[in-house]
């Protein structure tokens, strides 16, 4: 048990310290991957922890995906001066649809009911399926 929340507490602190799409999505990938055997094996402790970092990892992808350059502001291709990328080219290198992003940026827009609806949802038992 002592395991599953330090393992946990460094889930959310590595969320915290990732400064580009490329790394959440990897980090959320393997939340969901994990989440997943966690149902097969009955574990509804360790998926709801899972489900959480995984939602988690969502809303900092739309935090991330705010804060790059739309195709208005910056070249498809790589600027010469700053080396940054379009939204969209840096989405798609990771591997994220725009649609995607835009659903990310609205759960990151609305972060304190992400909260709540984390807690309410483990004080009640229950294991969200459709938004992880």
Request: charged share 30%; glycine share 4%; hydrophobic share 35%.
């Amino acid at each position: 048990m002592e395991t599953r929340i330090t393992n946990y507490d460094a889930a959310r602190t590595a969320l915290a310290l990732c400064a580009s799409v490329d790394e959440v999505k990897a980090i959320r990938d393997k939340a969901k991957a994990i989440e997943l055997y966690a149902r097969q094996r009955d574990d509804k402790e360790m998926a709801s922890w899972v489900c959480e970092i995984h939602l988690r990892a969502c809303v900092r992808i739309g935090e991330l995906s705010c804060g790059l350059e739309t195709k208005e502001r910056a070249r498809t291709d790589l600027h010469p001066t700053s080396g940054k990328q379009s939204k969209r080219a840096t989405l798609a290198a990771a591997g994220i649809s725009t649609s995607t992003a835009h659903r990310y940026e609205q759960m990151a827009n609305h972060a304190h009911s992400l909260e709540e609806y984390v807690a309410t949802t483990k004080a009640a038992g229950n294991v969200p399926s459709e938004e992880c």
